[in-house]
């Protein structure tokens, strides 16, 4: 069917939530895809992050073709081969890869990043209630204070100016950008924003709002603002003001997670050990999947009944976030680093760049005002590439981790000959 049909088609029969670019795309390979029409395209947006191990990779496939031949999907009342072990992979990558920490991570499968949040934010308010809860037992007090003990816990989450959660009601709501939200009014309640690395202004919310605050959510590098990084001691203060309140540190590790930044998590990067930590993207090479985990004394706040999915954890997303995490875990931390850095290196002498940001395979460029960066976007396409703007002047790189060099080169001199053009 061609490129117009499936246009029409669309535009008859699907919610016009995205603007596509007009182009279809039809197979791929690696850090390349190609169109209904035959063209080539060397790939540095990747499913927004997702397809970490590039196009089709033959692990990845085969993996997907033999678990599809055994089982599906069962739900999950039931056990399945290779969760368990998947689990306890994602529990040694967070604790750094020490198997003998002395306490293991427990996870949550969802289906996508704003689901793995969904489930960070309940479990935050979940463990501030039966925390609260507990200490009233403790201290004897009867059947009705404890319950108000539970009641008046905590509640606040705190969220960084500019972030972006998900687009579900709390997600959105978690989101501190006014004009995705106002729209959607009314929005869940309880959360409160405060500029990235602001140490003074975090501060003054913990003086003033500190006993109503449950936890702080938030990205180490926000992403859908053009890869912002926070600072090394904006995160230190982060993790000081919630331990000394009693409230968690909650890590969204969507984008920044699964060797995006080289470590197996951005968090690694900072010296700094969340709570909470969500994930998705790149964690099933392009298998729909997301998770939410937490040590096992916060997580054990949920009991059966307090959470739930249909899909989450199902057989062919266990089967391809195994194959994924093991590839991955075999020599490409380095990788993503030296090209990362590489990337950084070019980009920096692309003609009207006026900063570089990122860390790993996860970086931005700011352009000159004269350059319209949505505009640059459309005409890569003629170009034989796929970028990805997120803003008028800005660009976002998230490509496969296999990127190599050439590949960066490639991109870099098509994209000086846009500009200069």
């Keep these: ?89 994602i529990s040694g990558l967070l604790n750094g890869g ?17 689901e793995a949040n969904e489930c960070a934010i309940k479990l935050a308010r979940l463990y501030a209630r039966k925390n609260a809860e507990e200490a009233a037992r403790v201290a004897g007090a009867d059947d009705a204070k404890i319950k108000q003990a539970f009641d008046g ?67 180490c590098i926000q992403g859908e603002s053009g890869v912002h990084p926070c600072t090394k001691e904006f995160l230190e203060a982060v993790r000081n003001l919630t331990k000394e309140h009693g409230a968690l540190m909650v890590c969204d590790e969507v984008q920044t997670g699964i060797f995006r930044c080289g470590t197996p998590f951005g968090f690694q990067h900072f010296g700094v050990t969340p709570d909470i930590v969500t994930m998705a993207k790149g964690i099933a090479d392009g298998m729909p999947m997301g998770a939410c985990a937490a040590p096992a004394h916060i997580a054990k706040a949920y009991q059966p009944g307090d959470h739930g999915t249909t899909f989450g954890g199902s057989c062919l997303a266990v089967a391809a976030a195994t194959a994924t995490l093991d590839t991955l875990s075999n020599g490409f931390q380095q990788h993503v680093q030296e090209t990362g850095e590489y990337m950084r290196q070019q980009l920096a002498g692309v003609s009207k760049v006026k900063e570089v940001r990122g ?23 003629g170009k034989g590439l796929l970028l990805n703007a997120t803003g008028a002047h800005t660009l976002r790189f998230l490509p496969p981790l296999v990127c190599e060099k050439g590949d960066i080169d490639a991109m870099v001199e098509r994209l000086n000959q846009m500009i200069e053009a």
């Design 1 to 89: 069917m061609s490129l117009e049909q499936q246009q029409e088609l669309e535009s008859q029969y699907m919610m016009h939530t995205f603007a596509r670019k007009p182009v279809e795309l039809v197979s791929g390979k690696g850090m390349e895809v190609e169109d209904a029409e035959g063209n080539t395209y060397l790939d540095f947006i990747a499913g927004i992050g997702v397809c970490s191990l590039g196009h089709c990779h033959p692990v990845i496939t085969k993996a997907l073709q033999d678990q599809s031949e055994r089982l599906i999907h069962v739900s999950n009342y039931y056990y399945i081969e290779g969760r368990g072990e998947l689990s306890r992979k």
């Design 153 to 219: 816990a905590p509640r606040t989450i705190v969220v960084l100016d500019r972030s972006f959660h998900g687009r579900t009601l709390a997600t959105l709501a978690a989101t501190a950008q006014p004009a995705k939200q106002e729209a959607f009014q009314p929005l869940p309640g309880g959360f409160v924003s405060t500029p990235i690395n602001d140490i003074q202004a975090l501060t003054r919310l913990f003086e003033q709002q500190g006993h109503d605050i449950c936890a702080v959510m938030l990205e």
């Design 98 to 114: 020490d198997p003998a920490s002395p306490e293991p991570w427990q996870t949550f499968y969802a289906n996508s990043g704003a």
């Design 359 to 381: 860390v790993g395979l996860m970086n931005a460029i700011d352009l000159d005002e004269s350059v319209d960066a949505p505009a640059l976007v459309q005409k890569a396409l």
